[in-house]
C-alpha cells in the first residue's frame, strides 16, 4: 500500500501565476482533504472532496479550487498566487463517514 | 478565541522521561480528539484518536480526554530521541473537518 503520494514535492512559483498540486489517495479511501502549514503553524482545512464534489470548505478565498476524479485522486488549484501562500500544503485521504485521516508529505510550494 | 490552543513549546526532556502534551478547545460540538506527530519536512502521521471523555493507551502512549473541561492531553512513557518531532492535536468535528493546534515541538535528549 503506498499510502497518500502527493506531486510535486517542491515547487517555486511566481507571485500571480497559477499552480495545481496532485494527491493520490491511500488505497480504498474515498475522501479528499487539502490542508494548507505555515511554517511553525499547524494545517488550516481548505477543502473536502467526497464523491467528486466539494463537501465542506474553510476559510479560503476563491482562488483556491479542487477537483476530484472518478478514481478519487485529487488536483488543488491556486490562482493568482500572493506571496503569503507560500506553505507546505497536505493533501489527506479518509474513507467517509471515518475520521482517520493520513496525510501524504506534503507539496512545498515557494512564492517569489 | 481560536478553536484549538495548543502550547507550542518548545519542550525538552531527557530520555525516559514522561511526556505530557495538552490542548484545549472552545467548540462543545467536536467528536474526535486526534493526536499526530509531525517529523520535519514531513507530513502528519496518525498516532491516536479517542471520542470519548478517559483514557485510551497504545503502547507508550496515552491519550486523555476530559470533555468537561475540554481539555486533552497526549502522556508518552520512557521517551525515546526518535520521539523527537512536533506533536499536533487535532479536534474533528461532526462533519469530519479537523481543527488543528499550532503544535508542540519535543526533542528528547539522550
Known amino acids: 500500500d503506498a499510502g497518500v503520494t502527493q506531486s510535486p514535492t517542491h515547487l517555486i512559483k511566481t507571485r500571480g501565476q497559477q499552480v495545481t498540486l496532485r494527491c493520490s489517495p491511500k488505497s480504498g479511501h474515498d475522501t479528499v482533504s487539502w490542508y494548507q502549514q505555515a511554517l511553525g503553524q499547524g494545517p488550516q482545512f481548505i477543502f473536502q472532496?467526497?464523491?467528486?464534489?466539494?463537501?465542506q470548505r474553510g476559510n479560503f478565498p476563491d482562488r483556491f479550487s479542487g477537483h476530484q476524479f472518478p478514481n478519487y485522486s485529487s488536483e488543488l488549484n491556486v490562482n493568482a498566487l500572493l506571496l503569503g501562500d507560500s506553505a507546505l500544503y497536505l493533501c489527506?485521504?479518509?474513507?467517509?463517514?471515518?475520521?482517520?485521516?493520513?496525510f501524504g508529505q506534503g507539496t512545498r510550494l515557494t512564492v517569489v | 478565541q481560536k478553536e484549538v490552543e495548543q502550547d507550542p513549546g518548545p519542550l525538552s526532556v531527557p530520555e525516559g522521561a514522561i511526556v505530557s502534551l495538552n490542548c484545549t478547545y472552545s467548540n462543545s460540538a467536536f467528536q474526535y480528539f486526534m493526536w499526530y506527530r509531525q517529523y520535519s519536512r514531513k507530513g502528519p502521521e496518525l498516532l491516536m484518536y479517542t471520542y470519548s471523555s478517559g483514557n485510551k493507551e497504545d503502547g507508550r502512549f496515552t491519550a486523555q480526554v476530559d470533555k468537561s473541561s475540554k481539555y486533552i492531553s497526549l502522556f508518552i512513557r520512557d521517551s525515546q530521541p526518535s520521539d523527537s518531532a512536533t506533536y499536533l492535536c487535532?479536534?474533528?468535528?461532526?462533519?469530519?473537518?479537523?481543527?488543528f493546534g499550532t503544535g508542540t515541538s519535543l526533542t528528547v535528549i539522550p
Open positions: 487535532a479536534m474533528v468535528n461532526t462533519g469530519n473537518q479537523f481543527y
Open positions: 472532496y467526497y464523491e467528486e464534489e466539494e463537501r
Open positions: 489527506a485521504s479518509s474513507l467517509q463517514g471515518r475520521p482517520e485521516a493520513f
